[in-house]
T-cell receptor
């Protein structure tokens, strides 16, 4: 069964304390892995798309990497405004290209 | 430019009533998705529309759920005879045709069934 698992479920960091979030998947025929940020009461906001193992993308303090079985979202020197739920989703293709989502990592960055 | 919009933002209804949720996709996007986000669970795919093709309804949890898309743009998700387990945030996303394109999400409709 196609599955996406995120860890940890919750992470509390001090401002400036770097860390990584993990997304592992058991989807065959990956066509894209997506990272989204979701703030309370809002819809997911697109961050990155990764298509092949070895690919990396960066945006401000965030860097996403992809291997054949997992992706990492590295947060360097986080700030309180980085606090949010980070969602990972996989598109395994098929006719609809629907996304399979993990349950997310709730990140809290304390000043 | 304008993003995906959804209305209402919040809906409280009584068990057994019907509700309609609306989604306006990004202009020019031909693919539209509905997802459901329940407390403590990941987003769950419900239904997919692509142009004039028949929709993929494989994610709809029961026959009380239906959706339509008029004129290839606005979509309405209808839930008949609502149950308490239908309480969730309903999210709409749209994208271009290409298979690997990013899906852009609206703000969602929070549905509460009393």
């Amino acid at each position: 069964e196609d599955q996406v698992t995120q860890s940890p479920e919750a992470l509390r960091l001090q401002e400036g304390e770097s860390s990584s979030l993990n997304c592992s998947y058991t989807v065959s025929g990956l066509r894209g892995l997506f990272w989204y940020r979701q703030d309370p009461g809002k819809g997911p906001e697109f961050l990155f798309t990764l298509y092949s193992a070895g690919e990396e993308k960066e945006k401000e303090r965030l860097k996403a990497t992809l291997t054949k079985k997992e992706s990492f979202l590295h947060i360097t020197a986080p700030k309180p405004e980085d606090s949010a739920t980070y969602l990972c989703a996989v598109n395994y293709g098929g006719a609809t290209n629907k996304l399979i989502f993990g349950t997310g990592t709730l990140l809290a960055v304390q000043p | 430019g304008a993003g995906v919009s959804q209305s209402p933002s919040n809906k409280v209804t009584e068990k057994g009533k019907d509700v309609e949720l609306r989604c306006d996709p990004i202009s020019g996007h031909t693919a539209l998705y509905w997802y459901r986000q329940s407390l403590g669970q990941g987003l769950e795919f419900l239904i997919y529309f692509q142009g004039n093709s028949a929709p993929d309804k494989s994610g709809l949890p029961s026959d009380r759920f239906s959706a339509e898309r008029t004129g290839g743009s606005v979509s309405t998700l209808t839930i008949q005879r609502t149950q308490q387990e239908d309480s969730a945030v309903y999210l709409c996303a749209s994208t271009w045709v290409a298979a690997t394109d990013t899906q852009y999400f609206g703000p969602g409709t929070r549905l509460t069934v009393l």
